[in-house]
């Protein structure tokens, strides 16, 4: 057994190397090059959408699909209070103001109900997050933005390959987003990707990305643009975990399989939800732990950081955040987020680990 189990670890193979060294080696080692073509052209057709834009990191692609749909102050962006902090921060980026709305007690994800509540006026854009990989139910929110003419820019940056009704979450708003950080479902080091069907967004996305250069006279720049680029070496690094990626997602739902047959019969505990019409790829692997277990969720990961068992707590609420600072508690976020960690998730984990992870979760939970 490992003497420490990480959280998330990236897997690498000589495919991975082969192409990396093949980029180092020809000379293309910034944004230009055939693997960010190429990972571009892959990464739409897997989403199943026209066009895919890489980026310099979820974040930037997030702030990159907001401008291209000129956001800007004044305007108020609907995310969930449930999400890691790039979510809003992108929003303020703009100088509008994100909203924090509820998550669903059997999703986590956004609340379309608690979204109809937050709309006003100033209000633009939802951004749904397909959290921890289970996606949210975009046929509720595409509704309510059809009804009230609002953007949805999906959030699918711990989703890759997640199905909302055999569809790619990615492909089902007006922009998707994706992060390729170290520990997501596939990773270039750092690096993103906007999704999108529309051409003309698609292109005012490329043209922002690359400091808003006229394509036809180098050199001019009309606008204030950005440098959200990614380099042809990450990309290299993406093709390969693109070519694997059916694989890392089985293991990833197969690694919450094992989880569940160690765990799942443990009265007190829940593990990630799957709802009926979607396919969760499992980023992390998730528990909640009900009141009546007699221990706090910080107490257990004090305690399986001493036998060398990583874990994370949930997100805190954005609306805790000073930034943020509404003053309103929302209950389904609010008991998620102090009773929610998640357990080791790396696809290089084996069953014998997993195994062993449980049954030190058990044994804590029993001198309790
Ligand atoms: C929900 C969510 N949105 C956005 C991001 C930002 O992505 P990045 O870390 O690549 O900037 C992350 C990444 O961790 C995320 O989990």
Redesign the pocket.
């Known amino acids: 057994m490992r003497k420490f189990i990480p959280i998330a670890e990236p897997s690498i193979t000589q495919r991975e190397i082969n192409y990396v060294t093949d980029a180092v080696k020809s000379g293309w080692v910034s944004s230009l090059g055939h693997y960010i073509t190429e990972f571009e052209k892959k990464f739409a057709e897997y989403i199943g959408v026209k066009y895919a834009l890489t980026t310099s990191?979820?974040?930037?692609?997030?702030h990159l699909a907001l401008v291209t749909l000129k956001i800007k102050e004044g305007d108020e962006v609907i995310v969930p209070d449930l999400?890691?902090v790039?979510?809003a921060n992108a929003v303020a980026y703009t100088r509008a103001k994100p909203i924090m709305v509820d998550v669903e007690p059997d999703t986590w994800c956004i609340n379309p109900n608690c979204i109809k509540k937050a709309i006003s006026k100033k209000t633009k854009a939802i951004i749904p997050?397909h959290?921890y990989g289970h996606p949210a139910d975009m046929d509720e929110i595409n509704k309510v933005a059809k009804e009230y003419g609002l953007y949805v820019i999906e959030?699918a940056?711990?989703a890759h390959g997640a199905e909302y009704k055999d569809k790619k979450v990615g492909s089902l708003g007006d922009v998707g987003?994706f992060?390729?950080?170290g520990n997501?479902i596939i990773t270039t080091g750092?690096?993103?990707m906007i999704t999108t069907n529309d051409e003309k967004l698609y292109q005012r996305a490329k043209f922002l990305r690359d400091h808003a250069m006229n394509p036809e006279k180098r050199y001019w720049h009309p606008e204030i643009g950005y440098n959200y680029r990614m380099t042809n070496l990450q990309a290299a690094l993406g093709l390969a975990q693109l070519e694997r990626i059916d694989e890392l997602i089985e293991k990833k739902r197969q690694i919450l399989g094992w989880y569940k047959e160690f765990l799942g019969d443990l009265e007190g505990i829940r593990l990630n939800p799957e709802k009926e019409w979607a396919k969760n790829v499992f980023w992390m692997v998730c528990i909640v732990l009900e009141k009546e277990l007699g221990i706090s969720r910080d107490e257990l990961m004090a305690k399986l950081k001493e036998k060398g068992i990583d874990t994370r707590p949930f997100f805190y609420p954005m609306s805790q955040m000073p930034m943020y600072n509404s003053g309103e508690v929302r209950s389904v976020t609010y008991n998620l987020s102090e009773r929610g960690l998640n357990l080791p998730s790396g696809v290089n984990l084996n069953k014998d680990e997993v195994q062993w992870i449980c049954e030190t979760i058990k044994t804590i939970l029993k001198h309790t």
Not at 57 to 62: I, S
């Open positions: 990191n979820g974040t930037t692609a997030l999400t890691f790039a979510t997050v959290l959030d940056a711990e987003v992060s390729f950080y997501k750092e690096g993103g």
